[in-house]
């Protein structure tokens, strides 16, 4: 089966950057996924890792290292507006591109 | 606008009464998943679909069907709802091939 794992929460205070871990146990491995979910809205995507290295989107980065099966989320010049879930997820089968799995969601907090 | 649709957004009912949420997605995409979310537990993939008629289950299936008669609409039957199966419901789709998954904005199922 799949299992990840990721800090159920994390404070951070604004302008400052914070990372999220993400590692994961799972077979067929095919990339790791980010996700952002604000309180009562749905998840937005924010990155994606297939190979090993950093992915930067902006003020988001993601991190992906195969070799360890563990990848990080990291957000820069935090904002108010950043505070939310954030989750990651694989996306396995043997076919390639079936089941998804997700952690159970870092919420983060940022503090002024 | 691109988008995927869930309807109803909010539903009461009891015990033993089947119902059916539907989802529905304008982006002619080939995968289509549904996902249920519990406090602490994340997001949880009930079933997928990689296509038409192509139909899989997920960790969390029991209790759930699914069917993909039309590429744009992937409903999800609950044929006798039980009180556990009280939850937040997602629908998301993507390309076959892309990791992105774009959200529907969310069902929530009170099951009495």
Same mark, same amino acid.
């Given at each position: 089966g799949q299992s990840l794992e990721q800090p159920s929460e994390v404070t951070a205070v604004e302008g400052a950057i914070v990372q999220i871990n993400c590692t994961y146990q799972t077979s067929g491995f095919y990339g790791l996924s980010w996700y952002q979910q604000h309180d009562g809205g749905a998840p937005t995507f924010l990155s994606y890792n297939a190979l090993d290295g950093l992915e930067e989107t902006g003020r988001f980065s993601s991190f992906l290292s195969r070799s360890d099966s563990y990848g990080y989320l990291l957000l820069q %010049?935090?904002? #108010?507006?950043?505070?939310a879930s954030y989750f990651c997820a694989v996306r396995n089968g043997l076919g390639g591109y079936q089941k998804v799995t997700f952690g159970i969601g870092t919420k983060l907090q940022v503090i002024p | 606008e691109a988008q995927v649709t869930q309807n109803p957004r909010y539903l009461i009912t009891v015990t033993g009464k089947k119902l059916t949420v539907t989802c529905s997605q304008n #982006?002619?995409? %080939?995968y289509m998943s549904w996902y249920r979310q519990d406090p602490g537990l994340g997001l949880r993939q009930i079933y997928y679909s990689m296509n038409v008629e192509v139909t899989d289950k997920g960790d969390v299936p029991e209790g759930y069907k699914v069917s993909r008669k039309e590429k744009r609409n992937f409903p999800l039957i609950l044929e006798s709802p039980s009180p556990n199966q009280t939850s937040l419901y997602f629908c998301a789709s993507s390309p076959l091939r892309d990791q992105t998954q774009y959200f529907g904005p969310g069902t929530r199922l009170l099951v009495l």
């Open positions: %010049e935090l904002q #108010m507006k950043d505070s | #982006m002619n995409h %080939e």
